[in-house]
């Protein structure tokens, strides 16, 4: 069976996902519910730093955090690793705390890797890789950024995922 | 060689040392406790290590206050001034040494008279049993952050100090409460963090400079013991947090035999 892909249509362009199911079960499966249930329709790439990643999936145009559901297991420790153009699942600082967010690796961020079981070791669980539209993620990269309330890094000019859909 | 009854402090050379007393058998290093009213369980695991440890002396490496708004804030009563004397009465005589992080760098000559504790300067080398290790916050090396380099040079200026210090304590309270809540509302945000690591071939020069083959620092948040450069091995120490949800916080040993890592709970004792 082939790998289930995610198109991310964004007003810089489309970005096509696969994802990892085999590595990443849980990681892959929620977000194909968030895909589906329509949670990323409208939400921004609100935190962008060059050289590190792109993050997004959380938020709408007015910075307020759209609502999620439960808490998923850190799947950090499948051995796969943060590369440049992979998609890993963003949380707090928690290890278990990964909801709807998710970043693109811009680079290769080995520090972001699963080394131990411990509050600082656990890592980023990596889920997918960026299939086709690298030259997306690599503009959005680029944007310019500022501060926003209590947030930094945030695009200047909103960078909106106006859907994403499974590809058929 | 007549023995050193008292630690000595030499800031004529290239690089501040600090000459143990030859009574010292056991030196413990911690920093990045980022204490303040916000952390009660975490002051407590700190003044339990300080009366409970076997240690002849405390290095405090940075950061051990969340903000410090200046020394007059602890003048009156309220967290800054019942810390300094709880740091005082725990560490019972014991010898209190204090480096400055980037959230505590105005702690002042005030106010460590009141925790009875000594000014560090960063970085400094550390002589003790014929070794030395070569002692830092951490933050002055991220040279990678150009922003927060240039923020750094500007906020260690006296000129700037002083006209902050000269603003009303009342100001310097908001300023840091604004800083407090900016802190907490990062911690509930979704990461990952992104942040500059220790620049190596800039402290492997200085550690040379020192002729120190240990590097010992904090800042970064992430403890870890390894190979540092051709020759040498660093110890980064673990910040500590025992007020959320994932209790962490370490502080690291030195002796004869070298350098060990010991994790702390708040109930852990020695």
Partial sequence: MAATQVELQTTAGVIRIELDAEKAPLSAANFIAYVKSGHYDGTIFHRVIKGFMVQGGGMDSAMAQKPTQAAIQNEANNGVKNMKYTLAMARTNAPHSATAQFFINTTDNDFLNFRSESAQGWGYAVFGKVVSGTDVVDKIEGVRTGTRGFHSDVPLEDVVITRAVIVE | ?270
């Avoid at chain 2, 810390?83 to 040494?97: E, F, I, P, T, V």
């Avoid at chain 2, 550690?207 to 450069?229: K, N, Y």
């Avoid at chain 2, 949800?245 to 070298?258: C, H, I, K, N, Y």
């Fill in chain 2, 1 to 270: 060689m007549t023995a050193l009854l008292t630690p000595r402090l030499d800031q004529n050379g290239p690089i501040a040392t600090l000459q143990a007393p030859d009574r010292w058998q056991r030196i413990e290093l911690l920093s990045d406790l980022h204490l303040s009213e916000a952390t009660p369980r975490t002051v407590e695991a700190f003044l339990h290590q300080l009366r409970t440890s076997q240690a002849d002396a405390f290095l405090l490496l940075g950061d051990v206050f969340e903000v410090w708004v200046g020394d007059d804030a602890a003048r009156h009563t309220g967290f800054e001034q019942t810390m300094l004397a709880a740091m005082a009465a725990a560490a019972g005589g014991r010898w209190l040494g204090f480096m400055a992080g980037n959230r505590d760098f105005l702690v002042g000559p005030e106010a460590l008279t009141r925790a009875q504790a000594h000014a560090l300067p960063d970085p400094l080398c550390l002589a003790a049993w014929g070794q030395r290790w070569l002692l830092t916050h951490g933050d002055a090396f991220c040279l990678d952050d150009t922003e927060y380099q240039a923020f750094r040079q500007q906020v260690r200026a006296p000129a700037w100090q002083s006209n902050i210090l000269a603003q009303p304590l009342a100001q310097r309270i908001e300023t840091g409460r604004r800083m407090r809540d900016a802190s907490e509302a990062r911690k509930a945000a979704q990461v990952p963090e992104h942040y500059a690591d220790v620049d190596q071939a800039a402290s492997v020069a200085l550690m040379t400079t020192a002729q120190a083959t240990v590097l010992i620092h904090g800042h970064t948040h992430r403890p870890t013991s390894e190979p540092w450069g051709p020759a040498g091995q660093r110890h980064v120490l673990s910040d500590w947090d025992f007020d959320g949800a994932q209790a962490r916080g370490d502080v690291l040993e030195l002796s004869g035999a070298g350098v060990h890592r010991r994790p702390v709970s708040p109930r852990s004792s020695g």
